[in-house]
């Protein structure tokens, strides 16, 4: 059976904060709902319109789709910077929007063309040389994630680029005494650049079929890396002024262009190549699906970066020692996948491929999130569609009424099903099994009154600010003050923010004060803080629980988890204030609240005082532990999502 990687113990906290979908409810089941519609927009109603018309076309989108979330992830996804849904601001559009996306290439085309003018009218080499480098200044400057292993794409600034060429060729052979080499370099090397363009259409061609799926070889389909085409070609531009303005080394700048010319079709031959294999396996696919025999399948589309939703449910899939397999629905996601599992991963782009993969061997469907794309899988009703979720939390979209659209809702307790009614969805209470949170098995239940600990180590725990105003519940605004609060006790702290807090400016810059905080006073006093690399990336959030002996969070599914310990915790009331917000948030009745609602702390030092010492809540912790996490014994926690699971198989 597949086995997973290490990385499974990395997911961060799952939870639901993201904005309902807008979905038309086709339940699986013979249950039948009136069709229900969310009012929230989600993140692929925010992707460009030419994405959403594709998917509409039910042919596969363009590359500026590639990734991007039907659905805004919960509480621990990370958006990619430069899509969509990076921040909660409304992206710019009409003319402004275009303008600000285009005016650092514009800008390099002026300064390209306005060296050309230079070179041509100038009486010397260095009238021109002003511009152009301004203009390789503002590439490298729009090009800078490519420094950092990020992706170029082929085709970008041609223009410019070609400007450049020409300016390098007046300078090298009007106002200097370059031989016909040079010449012929400058040729070749405008050649490479235009021919980018048909280059990444051909690339576009050879998107992965399915990886560790026997019968398709040990290697899936990658597409060749036309990046590196594009960074060779923009050395080359550089070399060729250099040599220019120099005025020798013209057989240089032939074989740079010669060399980059190479490259382009030796990257041109793997895309061909590739683009062959990719067909074959595709023709094959039905039949080799079909001798596999998968069980089940565990479907997944979700924003770049998200991973941990399925990391965190993999290990326990490959418990149930059944034949499955992945469909992703983006090119990301199938890298992401395929790093952490090897049973068979399949990427099927649009629906009209659904039905290459969905076997008559299969018999359940598992899915983590309530992504838009979900219902293009619902449609096989024969099979039972499962919904597991990434975490259990307060928070709305945990009551979304798009849950009715599965056969059945695995929930960590009674919580999730009293959750629905009391907010007006009304749910079948057969649509629900009670599972746990299997993930919490290895968590540690504490030993002793936190009282007792002379100097406790505190989990500092944040989310971030959401996709939306109304879901914006993270403390990190005010987390400086409590932190300062904790550490002037005599308190460690392990710091481990909701990664998508780095999209943010303004709580970026606040997780950053934090850990200079956090760093001072570890040189100063010798205290053992953990953040950083430490906390958010070599520890997992079990082993942040484990190293702590208190919390504090604010309305996130890490708080739910964290129960499973029975320490102490805090929530910080900010979009509510804390005199209602145990009625908005149930959970809170276990927890010591902070009250920073408007953005101004108060009563923080009696919060400290009960989180720290007496700790009266600890019989309520207890109590609320079985209602949001299950009465399941502790020895057999994770058996009982198997076992449940295993009905259905």
């Not at 020798?248 to 590739?274: I, P």
């Not at 996601?333 to 090897?342: D, G, K, V």
């Not at 702290?493 to 780095?502: A, E, L």
Request: glycine content about 8%.
């Amino acid at each position: 059976m597949p086995r997973h990687s290490g990385r499974f113990a990395r997911f961060h906290g799952g939870g639901s904060n993201e904005p309902i979908n807008a979905i038309a409810v086709v339940p699986a089941g013979g249950w039948s709902p009136p069709v229900t519609r969310s009012l929230i927009p989600s993140g692929e109603e925010q992707v460009n319109a030419a994405g959403v018309a594709a998917e509409l076309a039910d042919e596969p989108a363009g590359p500026d789709e590639l990734g991007v979330a039907d659905e805004p992830p919960g509480a621990a996804d990370e958006p990619v910077k430069g899509s969509a849904t990076t921040t909660s601001t409304p992206a710019r559009s009409g003319f402004r929007g275009w303008l600000a996306g285009r005016l650092p290439a514009l800008t390099a085309d002026v300064l390209a063309l306005v060296a050309l003018l230079l070179a041509a009218v100038g009486n010397s080499s260095l009238w021109a040389l002003p511009p152009a480098v301004a203009t390789a200044g503002l590439l490298g400057w729009t090009w800078r994630g490519a420094w950092r292993g990020g992706p170029v794409l082929s085709g970008q600034s041609v223009v410019s680029r070609m400007l450049l060429l020409a300016c390098a060729y007046l300078l090298g052979t009007v106002h200097g005494s370059l031989e016909p080499a040079f010449a012929v370099g400058i040729g070749l090397a405008a050649l490479a650049v235009l021919a980018e363009s048909p280059l990444a259409a051909l690339a576009r061609g050879t998107q992965p079929v399915t990886a560790n799926l026997p019968g398709t070889g040990t290697r899936s389909i990658r597409r060749p890396n036309t990046s590196r085409v594009a960074l060779v070609n923009g050395a080359v531009v550089l070399v060729a002024l250099a040599c220019a303005v120099a005025d020798r080394l013209g057989l240089v700048v032939l074989a740079a262009a010669t060399a980059a010319l190479g490259l382009l079709g030796f990257t041109g031959v793997q895309a061909l190549t590739r683009a062959w294999r990719r067909r074959d396996v595709e023709s094959r696919l039905p039949a080799l699906v079909a001798d596999y025999e998968p069980v089940f399948l565990l479907y997944w589309h979700a924003a770049a970066g998200t991973d941990y939703q399925i990391a965190m449910w993999l290990p326990y899939l490959e418990r149930l020692d059944k034949r499955f397999m992945v469909v992703v629905r983006s090119e990301q996601n199938f890298t992401e996948a395929t790093r952490l599992t090897t049973a068979p991963v399949l990427l099927r782009r649009s629906t009209s491929q659904l039905d290459d993969v969905f076997s008559p061997s299969l018999r359940a469907a598992f899915y983590v999130n309530n992504a838009t794309r979900n219902n293009h899988a619902i449609q096989y009703t024969r099979l039972k569609h499962i919904q597991l979720n990434h975490g259990d939390s307060d928070k709305m979209p945990s009551h979304n009424p798009v849950f009715r659209m599965y056969d059945k809702n695995f929930v960590a307790g009674q919580a999730a099903v009293d959750r629905f009614a009391a907010n007006g969805v009304s749910m079948p209470a057969e649509m629900f099994t009670i599972v746990g949170r299997p993930q919490v098995e290895d968590v540690a239940v504490a030993t002793g009154p936190i009282g007792s600990i002379a100097n406790p180590r505190v989990l500092y725990a944040p989310t971030w600010a959401g996709f939306n105003a109304d879901s914006n519940y993270s403390s990190l605004l005010v987390g400086y003050d409590i932190i300062k609060a904790f550490v002037a006790r005599g308190c460690s702290v392990v710091f481990r923010p909701h990664p998508y807090s780095r999209n943010s400016p303004a709580l970026d810059r606040e997780c950053e004060r934090i850990r200079t905080l956090l760093a001072d006073d570890r040189r100063a006093n010798g205290r053992p803080h953990v953040f950083g690399t430490v906390a958010e990336v070599e520890m997992s959030v079990m082993d942040c629980f484990n190293a702590s002996d208190v919390m504090v969070s604010d309305v996130s599914s890490v708080v739910a988890d964290y129960l499973y310990s029975e320490k102490p915790f805090a929530m910080v009331a900010i979009s509510t204030p804390a005199s209602k917000f145990t009625d908005e948030f149930p959970l809170a009745r276990a927890a010591y609240l902070i009250d920073a609602y408007g953005g101004r702390v108060q009563g923080l030092d009696a919060a400290l005082d009960d989180l720290l010492g007496g700790d009266p809540l600890a019989g309520t912790r207890r109590d609320l532990k079985k209602y949001y996490l299950g009465d399941i014994p502790a020895d057999r926690y994770a058996q009982r999502f198997l076992d449940e699971a295993s009905r259905y198989l």
